[in-house]
């Protein structure tokens, strides 16, 4: 009986003090920008251009296979290249408010990625921003002038484009070749901060 009681109290003594729980809080810096990783969501603060990365070269790449949310700052102007390539459980990218440019392979191989809505400001989408994301079939886009679109983006045959802006998209060849459908979808205005 005693052991079997020491058994139980130190099973439970271990599993109190087990570090798999959560991850850390985890912070650093990337020129004017902040970012932190905490319970699966890796939020950027601050403003201006977020630099460019080398493919695994993100200071959060560590974390890319628990990273299921992403928030960015409404003050920041760009994602980077590679910044948030291989996010393998992130399923949505929610409105860049600022951001003109999403840089090449900035969301490659974000496998669980299903939707994502681009921000009024996007003028410039670069090669392969949006590669080999075959769970993406939602694409909401608020910008009136449809942005430049590099080689190899939304390359899946079922992705839908929404906007409020469908003849522009149309018109564009890019666009339209990049998309099996372009629809009508009054997008709703990002809530105000």
């Known amino acids: 009986m005693k052991k079997f009681l020491l058994f139980v109290i130190a ?13 850390p809080v985890t912070t650093g810096r990337i020129g004017d920008l902040a970012w932190t990783f905490a319970d699966n969501k890796l939020s950027i603060a601050g ?8 493919q695994g070269g993100a200071p959060w790449a560590p974390y890319a296979d628990r990273i299921e949310e992403i928030y960015v700052s409404p003050a920041a102007e760009s994602i980077g290249n590679w910044a948030f390539a291989g996010l393998t459980n992130l399923t949505e990218v929610d409105y860049f408010l600022k951001v003109t440019r999403i840089g090449n392979h900035a969301f490659a191989n974000c496998t669980a990625l299903r939707s994502v809505w681009i921000g009024p400001s996007v003028t410039t989408i670069e090669a392969r921003a949006f590669s080999d994301c075959p769970a993406l079939t939602k694409v909401l886009i ?18 839908v484009l929404h906007s409020d802006y469908r003849d522009a998209y149309l018109a564009d060849e890019s666009w339209a070749s990049a998309f099996s459908s372009i629809e009508y979808f009054p997008t709703i205005p990002p809530p105000t901060l």
Do not use: H, V
């Open 47 to 54: 403003g201006g251009q977020m630099p460019d990365f080398e």
């Open 142 to 159: 608020s910008t009136e002038t449809p942005p430049s679109l590099g080689e190899g983006n939304f390359t899946i045959e079922e992705d």
């Open 11 to 23: 099973t439970t003594i271990l599993s109190a003090c087990d570090d798999r729980r959560k991850d």
